[in-house]
């Protein structure tokens, strides 16, 4: 069973947050879940390496991309061409 | 279906508006019911009916998917038009650029009706997680449609699109193409640029093809798969065309009876499954048997990788750049945690905490590293299938759709999966065709998986065996259904 200390290490690792009604649902859940997917620690593994799919890579040349304006176009909040953001700390 | 409607707006039987029209109000009238779109974009699917329409009266000659209308599933990205993913996180999103599949339909002509409902950020196979509410099937409206391109199926099997774009992760078209009756093909890992799809699960996504019939499938396919620098894992070499493929005889073609995928179907579809084989059979095609011994892990191993990758995508989502900001928060931290906690469903948030435990130093070697190492190992089991036969045959799904909320919890739910995951785990071509009813006439499907880029091949089968189905084998609408 999955325990608290655990929820909460996950809860932070995943920047969410559950009340504690919700906690006892999701390790309900959890928990399910896991028992499932342990069945592949018992797997005869044919292979030492693990899976990959191919990938060709390109010259890391600078092309034309977006402009500043289309990256910002979907920002919550932006001000002179930058992203604005909550204050961090006292100045 | 696309082939005699281009025909009839050559030859001015109907223009290219009054077709868009006729979508348009078919959507009007039954989407409601259906809940296929969460977008219609009617103004600019006018637009381009009309250019369509001014070409044939300048006498130019037109391509085969001008003036066909199309619906795209909501996490293909569209310039300028709301993309949410099915998500409240972004429900005001609007891309700034087209993805790959988009831009080439675009140049084609195709007429873009809207924007289809699926399972928030495609995770689901029901169609029933979506923040817009779930899709219903156009047999029986209080039944799933499947998912997670649920959508996209209901608007192809209720003649609200000619054919629809969607994505398939571990079976997000094949399922709902089964449950809604229609072709739905998921390519080669690698055949379509993934660029300005939104992923949920990198190494395993591909956007494919639902279409009423497998020349429809073709046809498309063949316009959308291409190489495309802006995806790495797109491939750059030449593909052999599906449609030019599809008259070709099945002679000599071996097909492979997957025999695990087929422990625990029901009668019903068991008999409909035979009737197929013995129907490539009279084709031409040789049966033999072949067997995936562990194929029951592709299951396990696809919710690690899947829910793994899904926690590191995912993470992008912080309310900064894009995406739905919490009104209320006293700093940075709070302003992530809160954006997300509102803006995600649970099934995503629940994927999300599950993927982090998998990726946990503590925890990566048992389940991470190891789902790796079992899927090299599936996919050379899956291999050493392609030594004996052309073709992989099984059912895509165990059964017909089930009634909306039938499955409450999240194993029985991934569970649905079990025929269709492996296909992605080995990056290979599959495609789901109707294969008849059950009893109460919701639509099964049958499976075919191809070899890697052999979508020609595998089209080419599925073609066949669709000219072979009697009338009375394909799904029909009928009492509680919705046509025009």
Known sequence: MMKQTELKTLEKLSKLSFTEKEKKQLQKELDAVLLFVDQIKDADEKTETGFENSCDLREDNIVYSFSREDLLHNAPTKEQGFFKLPRRGEY | ???????????????????????????????????????????????TARLVDKKIANGEEIGLLEGIPMSVKDNISTKGIITSCGSKMLKDYKPVYDAYAVEQLRLE????????????????????SSYYGATRNPYHRNFVSGGSSGGAAVSVAADLAVFGLGSDTGGSIRLPASFCGVVGLKPSY?????????????????????????????????????????DSTCHKHKRSSAVSELEKPLKGRKIGVL???????????????????????????????????????????????????????????????????????????????????????????????MGNYFLRSANYDDYYRTA??????????????????????????????????????????????????????????????????????????????????????????????????????KPKFGGDTVGI
């Open chain 2, 190 to 230: 690698g055949a379509v640029s993934r660029y300005g799809l939104i992923a949920y699960a990198s190494s395993l996504d591909q956007i494919g093809v639902l279409g009423k019939d497998t020349e429809d499938v073709a046809i498309v396919f063949d316009r959308i798969s291409k190489a495309d620098c802006r």
């Open chain 2, 372 to 473: 790796q190492r079992v899927r090299a190992s599936l996919c050379k089991d899956v291999e050493q299938c392609f030594a004996k036969a052309d073709l992989l045959l099984s059912p895509t799904v165990h059964t017909s759709a089930f009634p909306l909320g039938a499955l409450k919890d999240a194993v029985s739910r991934y569970q649905t999966d079990l025929c269709t995951v492996l296909a992605n785990l080995c990056g290979l071509p599959a495609v789901s065709v109707p294969c008849g009813v059950d009893k109460t006439g919701l639509p099964f499907g049958l499976q075919l998986m191809g070899n890697k880029f052999c979508e020609h091949i595998l089209l080419n089968a599925a073609y066949q065996y669709e000219q072979t189905t009697i009338e009375s084998c």
């Open chain 2, 109 to 128: 002509g195709a007429v873009l009706l809207g924007k289809t409902n699926m399972d928030e950020f495609g995770m689901g196979s029901t169609g029933e």
């Open chain 2, 1 to 47: 279906m696309i082939r005699a409607l281009h025909e009839a707006l050559v030859r001015k039987k109907l223009s290219a508006v009054e077709l868009t029209d006729k979508y348009l109000s078919a959507i009007n009238s039954y989407d409601s019911a259906l809940n296929s779109y969460i977008t219609v974009t009617e103004r600019e699917a006018r637009a």
């Open chain 2, 259 to 353: 025999t695990e995928l087929f422990q625990g179907v029901s009668s019903e579809l068991e008999q409909s499954l035979q009737q197929a084989i013995i129907q490539f059979r009279y084709l031409g095609a040789e049966i033999v048997e072949v067997s995936v011994p562990d194929s029951t892990l592709s299951l396990p191993v696809y919710y690690i990788l899947a829910c793994g990758e899904c926690a590191s995508n995912l993470a992008r989502f912080d309310g900064v750049r894009y995406g739905a900001r919490a009104k209320h928060f006293e700093s940075i931290e709070e302003m992530i945690v809160t954006s997300r906690n509102e803006g995600f469903g649970l099934e995503v948030k629940q994927r999300i905490m």
